[in-house]
Structure formats: structure tokens, C-alpha cells
């Protein structure tokens, strides 16, 4: 039976000016141009029984050779999610955006998206053009999230490799890049260094519960890393379900996941809705939940995330 009242952690939005950059991007990347606009996301939550979406921009806010640019693309995108939250602030949350490689704008950043902003974490993309997220250069952006306790969302990118032609990079490398700069954190010991971190990976992680046993095997081959102590660090990772609540997915995804540590995700408007709704169901009809197992999929684990959604 549908949850009334899901929890969306994985939701996003795209400021009126960002639509033309948006649909180029989406064009590049050979996936449908989204669409977003308030009134339409509200129809399609209530539609799909989602009481609260988090919102976040799951692109980058400038090229990777302005900086300044980069700072008032953020600035900007993250004061427009604020406003949208401050009118509804029961139906929407937001992830900031952060103007990464500048880790020293991306500090300030996330002061300010914290503190004045009231955001309820933030977004980096799980490659900052080329640069995986265990790099030492991030270690202060970590060290200051862990402090604040700070949600994160390791939003999916294009990696630094050639597309496989014929085939939309969201629909290939976008897991696969989830899966690669999960490695990259986990080998680094950032997950285990930063235990207050609270890390989601989108889409079931990718490729990543599939394979994580084949990466502790491998982790012998990093004098740092042993095969339990990498699995460790993997299992720290919180999920959402965003077009992963397959047959074959949702098992892996549950076998792998620390309890309390999946979430419920729509991916709306980057994925269209029609294509979002038979997730939806997937995740409804699967026959092996324990009680209150899903509730706590679509709303409870989130609510421990972020207590200010957390119902009377």
C-alpha cells in the first residue's frame, strides 16, 4: 500500500534562468530536456503520495575556469531554493549547491546555505570535472561538514571518459561514476575519518551494492585498505531508490544497506514522472518487507536525517 507521506530526498529543481543551459545539457548528454515549475511539482507529489521533496541543482554552476561566476551561480540558485522553501516549507527542503574545485567559496558557501539559508545540506557532484571526492585538496569542504553533522547528496555526473556511443550518459555512467568516487571516499577513509558525515548516494549507489564485495577483494591491492575494513567504509553510505526499486535492484540495494539507511527518491523532473511511477510501484509491491520496513524506507530514515521533517 502507498505511504501517504514519502519523504523525497532526491528531488530537484531548475531556476527559470537555468532552463536554457539545462536543456543544452540535457541534449549533450543525449536525455530528455526536464521541465520544472512549483505548481507541477506539487501536482506530481501529491500525485505520487510524496509529503516533502528536498530540492537541489544537479548541474554545475559555472565553467570549470570561472571562479567568480562560480560563486554567484551558487549564490543565486541557492537563494531561489530558499525562497521556495520559505513559502513551503511543509512541502519543500533543499540541498545547496557549492562552487566547487574553489574549496575556500565552497566554505563560505556552505555557511552561508546553512546558517542564513536554513538548507538541509548540501550537493557536490560525484566529479568536480575530473577530480573524485577523495582528493586531499576537499578534506577541508569534509572536515567542516562533519562538524556541522551535515547531510550530503553525491549527485551523479558525466566522468572524465567517453561516452559509450549510442547510449545517454545518465542512463550508463551516471551509476557508474557513483560507484567510482564511492571507491575513491571509501579507499581514502573519508566515510570512516568524518563519522558524522551523513553521505547519500542516489540511484541504490550505483553499481556499487552489486559490486562492493568485488571491491574488498580488490582492496588488497591498497596498502591502506583491507577487504572488511572497505566494506566498512561502503556501508556508511546512506541510499535513495530513484529508479532503483527494480526486481534485481531493490534486493542488492537491501542486502548491502545498513538498516535505517535507505531512502525513498523520485529524481523528478530529471527523470519524467511516467517513467518514475513504476518505481514507485516496485517499491510498494515488494513482497519481503518487515513491518513498518517501507515506512521507514519512504519516510522514517529521513525523518532521523533531517528532524525538522519528523511529524508530531
Given at each position: 500500500?502507498?505511504?501517504?507521506?514519502?519523504?523525497?530526498?532526491?528531488?530537484?529543481?531548475?531556476?527559470?534562468?537555468?532552463?536554457?543551459?539545462?536543456?543544452?545539457r540535457a541534449?549533450?548528454?543525449?536525455?530528455?530536456?526536464?521541465?520544472?515549475?512549483?505548481?507541477?511539482?506539487?501536482?506530481?507529489?501529491?500525485r505520487r503520495s510524496i509529503a516533502t521533496g528536498i530540492l537541489s541543482f544537479p548541474?554545475?554552476?559555472?565553467?570549470?575556469?570561472?571562479?567568480?561566476?562560480a560563486r554567484t551561480g551558487a549564490r543565486s540558485v541557492n537563494e531561489y531554493m530558499a525562497e521556495i522553501v520559505k513559502d513551503r516549507p511543509d512541502r519543500f527542503g533543499h540541498f545547496a549547491a557549492l562552487p566547487l574545485p574553489d574549496v575556500d567559496a565552497a566554505l563560505a558557501e556552505t555557511a552561508h546555505a546553512l546558517d542564513v539559508l536554513k538548507a538541509d545540506g548540501v550537493l557536490v557532484l560525484s566529479n568536480i570535472y575530473g577530480r573524485y571526492l577523495g582528493d586531499p585538496a576537499f578534506e577541508p569542504l569534509w572536515a567542516e561538514l562533519d562538524a556541522r553533522s551535515a547531510v550530503v547528496l553525491v549527485h551523479p555526473t558525466a566522468p572524465p571518459v567517453a561516452p559509450?556511443?549510442?547510449?545517454?550518459?545518465?542512463?550508463?555512467?551516471?551509476p557508474y561514476d557513483t560507484a567510482r568516487t564511492a571507491l575513491h571516499l571509501a579507499v581514502h577513509?573519508?566515510?570512516?575519518?568524518y563519522p558524522r558525515l551523513r553521505l547519500i548516494l542516489p540511484h541504490a549507489g550505483g553499481f556499487l551494492?552489486?559490486?562492493?564485495?568485488?571491491?574488498?577483494?580488490?582492496?588488497?591491492?591498497?596498502?591502506?585498505?583491507?577487504?572488511?575494513g572497505l566494506l566498512s567504509e561502503l556501508r556508511r553510505f546512506y541510499f535513495d531508490t530513484a529508479i532503483s526499486a527494480g526486481p534485481a535492484s531493490l534486493p542488492s540495494l537491501l542486502a548491502f544497506a545498513q538498516p535505517g539507511h535507505v531512502l525513498y527518491g523520485s529524481d523528478f523532473p530529471m527523470?519524467?514522472?511516467?517513467?518514475?511511477?513504476?518505481?514507485?510501484?516496485?517499491?510498494?509491491?515488494?513482497?519481503?518487507?518487515g513491518p513498518e520496513e517501507l515506512h521507514a524506507v519512504n519516510r522514517g530514515n529521513a525523518e532521523r536525517l533531517i528532524p525538522r521533517l519528523a511529524r508530531a
Open positions: 500500500m502507498t505511504d501517504p507521506a514519502r519523504i523525497d530526498v532526491h528531488q530537484h529543481l531548475i531556476p527559470p534562468d537555468r532552463s536554457g543551459p539545462i536543456a543544452e541534449a549533450a548528454l543525449g536525455w530528455p530536456a526536464p521541465a520544472w515549475d512549483k505548481p507541477s511539482a506539487l501536482a506530481m507529489m501529491d548541474a554545475p554552476v559555472a565553467p570549470p575556469d570561472d571562479p567568480a561566476r559509450v556511443p549510442g547510449l545517454p550518459s545518465p542512463l550508463v555512467d551516471f577513509g573519508v566515510p570512516g575519518r551494492p552489486y559490486a562492493a564485495d568485488r571491491f574488498a577483494v580488490a582492496a588488497r591491492l591498497h596498502t591502506d585498505a583491507t577487504p572488511a527523470l519524467p514522472e511516467d517513467w518514475g511511477t513504476g518505481f514507485d510501484t516496485g517499491l510498494d509491491d515488494y513482497p519481503h518487507w
